[in-house]
């Protein structure tokens, strides 16, 4: 069956980074578009940053613009997220999304970022 686990979350002060991955499988990973989008404690679920299958083509919120950087590794079937200097506001549960060739779609559990001092 499908599985999208993330990893990488965790608690991290102002101006830190970290890198979230998503390990995918039951699924063709290189034909995929992934992405990852986020929900703050009280929000709606909103995109971060999306990746096409071949990596080619990226896009992101304005929020995170020359911030966060999305990677994907076709070999490893892994997306990534790449979080630098992060904010207060960054604090949200963080999800990787897959949308396979067939336009079927899929959601990982998530994982927690907290950005506090």
């Known amino acids: 069956q499908v599985q999208l686990v993330e990893s990488g979350g965790g608690l991290m002060q102002p101006g830190g980074s970290l890198r979230l991955s998503c390990a995918a499988s039951g699924f063709s990973f290189s034909t995929a578009s992934m992405s990852w989008h986020r929900q703050a404690l009280g929000k709606e679920r909103e995109l971060v940053a999306g990746s096409t299958s071949a990596g080619a083509r990226t896009n992101y919120a304005d929020s995170v613009k020359g911030r966060f950087t999305i990677s994907r590794d076709n070999a490893k079937n892994t997306v990534y997220l790449q979080m630098n200097s992060l904010k207060p506001e960054d604090t949200a549960v963080y999800y990787c999304?897959?949308?396979?060739?067939w336009g079927q779609g899929y959601w990982g559990q998530g994982t927690q970022v907290t950005v506090s001092s």
């Open positions: 999304y897959a949308t396979t060739g």
